[in-house]
């Protein structure tokens, strides 16, 4: 077992996959399962895109790797700008998608309450609180998920808001602890009486506990008022995270019955009630642009990130290892011969570095292994949240990894109102592909610079602006490759970027 992981890991590493964090097709992922089942959703690129199918069949050129991006006629909430670009052929087609939606919340009606999605009529209903949303989905392993996810999660999001649509109305109160079964706020009121017999029904129950806990609070109306203040904000932001869940869970529901392969990277941007939530599961990227300043709005969850969530699972659960990881991590693979020496290493309880003596089953595979773009949990993935990905396996083994994955993003909050934004702050969120070879700081100088020398009124000039991003990450086909004007390797990747004016919300009525 350890020499397949071994070949597959070098295989991995060996320059197949320079820039992304997919792992082969039909390597990892069990397909079998799904022989047979029609797709959920068919191949394309994104609607608002409205392309062709000689313009889609021309998208999937991998020798030229034509820019696309909305055509001038097109038009995006807030004069979004787009653009996206497939890789250089690591797969067939692009694996990313992308999405941009305006939508409403409002409460359920009684026969849509207990569905987790609601049915889309395809009829705009524009009453209710406005929501807008962006999303960027890096897939692996096939485009099956990003598709769901580009089609499904947003609407996963309003229905979830709906649910708190008439808190959500009043922002400025904080949400209540309880809700009845109606939805409207619960309160336990309890009479004097109601207060004593609970306390002489707990004092009944044992008296020992206030002895065995001299500082244990008895009664229950102190008990009562000590309730935590819960603000709407991070009622939007528990929304957002058990979207994501849903969403995953639905993947692996609907899985059943469709093919959906492989598993997607998601970065989600949700604009309401003059607050903006960016939530992130992956390793895509969202930073805002503000005076010429560069405000992170994401982090990435790759396995060195997430380093001692992952080792800290395969301590307390050992049987997901499979007996063929160990959870420690060196910084080289151990040799037979160095069995009872002291070795430098670290677990899920440090930071830093320590000696231990080395003993037989260290010499199991790392369950991370690899360092940057190349660390990979099993041998098989570089990122450790996402979505899909439920039937993904080590290689020529039974040993699944879904359990070291998480579907939960990270969730940040950006105050709108608080801030006068000009005609070039920005949003920018982009897929791996974007920023493996472009920093932050190089993506914020880029972008300043050609809005500055385009008019404030042209339509177009945000889907320039991420036109001329993408290219800068893509560079140019010369004879070693496409290279940066640096000579530096370009993004061989799928790449997908949304250029967002932050002043979009003040101008569009």
């Not at 069990?30 to 895109?49: A, H, I, K």
């Not at 098989?380 to 998480?406: A, M, Q, W």
């Not at 190089?442 to 602006?465: H, K, Q």
């Amino acid at each position: 077992m350890i020499s397949k992981v071994k070949n597959a890991m070098s295989t991995l590493v060996g320059g197949m996959i320079p820039h992304g964090h997919h792992h082969p097709s039909g390597t990892g992922q069990n397909s079998g399962s799904s022989e047979g089942l029609p797709p959920r959703f068919p191949y394309g690129r994104p609607d608002f895109l409205d392309l062709t199918p000689e313009l889609l069949q021309y998208s999937t050129e991998h020798a030229s790797r034509p820019v696309l991006m909305l055509r001038r006629d097109s038009r995006l909430p807030w004069r979004t700008g787009y653009a996206e670009v497939i890789n250089a052929g690591k797969s067939m087609l692009n694996e990313d998608q992308a999405s941009c939606e305006k939508l409403f919340v409002k409460k359920p009606s009684g026969k849509h309450r207990s569905s987790p999605l609601q049915e889309d009529t395809g009829v705009r209903d524009a009453t209710g609180i406005p929501l807008h949303f962006w999303g960027v989905y890096d897939g692996h392993a096939g485009s099956g998920a990003a598709i769901a996810a580009s089609k499904l999660l947003h609407r996963l999001i309003r229905d979830r808001l709906g649910e708190v649509a008439h808190l959500l109305e009043n922002p400025a109160s904080p949400p209540p602890i309880c809700l009845a079964k109606n939805g409207s706020p619960y309160q336990a009121t309890e009479s004097k009486k109601g207060a004593a017999a609970a306390a002489a029904a707990a004092q009944q129950q044992g008296e020992g506990a206030a002895a065995e806990e001299p500082d244990a609070i008895s009664d229950p109306t102190i008990r009562y008022h000590m309730e935590k203040v819960v603000s709407m904000e991070s009622l939007v932001m528990g929304v957002l995270e058990n979207a994501f869940r849903q969403m995953d869970e639905l993947i692996e529901k609907e899985k059943a019955s469709y093919t959906i392969s492989g598993g997607c990277c998601a970065l989600a941007a949700v604009q309401m009630l003059g607050k903006l939530y960016v939530a992130n599961a992956g390793d895509s990227r969202a930073i805002i642009i503000r005076n010429d300043e560069v405000i992170p709005m994401s982090n990435e969850f790759t396995p060195e990130s997430e380093r001692q969530r992952l080792q800290y699972l395969g301590f307390l659960r050992p049987e997901l290892l499979g007996n063929e990881f160990t959870h420690m991590e060196f910084p080289r693979r151990i040799q037979h011969s160095e069995l009872g020496k002291k070795m430098l290493f670290r677990d899920h309880t440090m930071t830093g570095w320590a000696y231990r003596t080395i003993v037989e089953d260290d010499l199991k595979f790392p369950l991370i292994y690899g360092e940057g773009k190349k660390a990979r949990v099993m041998a098989t993935i570089g990122v450790t949240r996402g979505l899909g990905d439920h039937d993904l396996k080590v290689y020529n083994s039974n040993i699944h990894i879904k359990p070291f994955l998480s579907c939960c993003p990270e969730v940040k909050v950006y105050d709108l109102s608080e801030n006068k934004h000009g005609p070039d702050d920005v949003l920018v969120m982009g897929t791996d592909g974007l920023w493996d070879v472009t920093t932050d700081q190089e993506v914020a100088d880029a972008v300043s610079t050609f809005l500055s020398g385009c008019d404030p009124s042209d339509p177009m000039r945000y889907t320039l602006a991420a036109q001329d991003l993408l290219m800068r990450s893509r560079g140019v086909l010369k004879e070693r490759g496409w290279r940066l004007p640096s000579d530096r390797l370009g993004s061989g990747d799928d790449i997908t970027v949304f250029v967002i004016p932050l002043a979009g919300h003040e101008g569009e009525t």
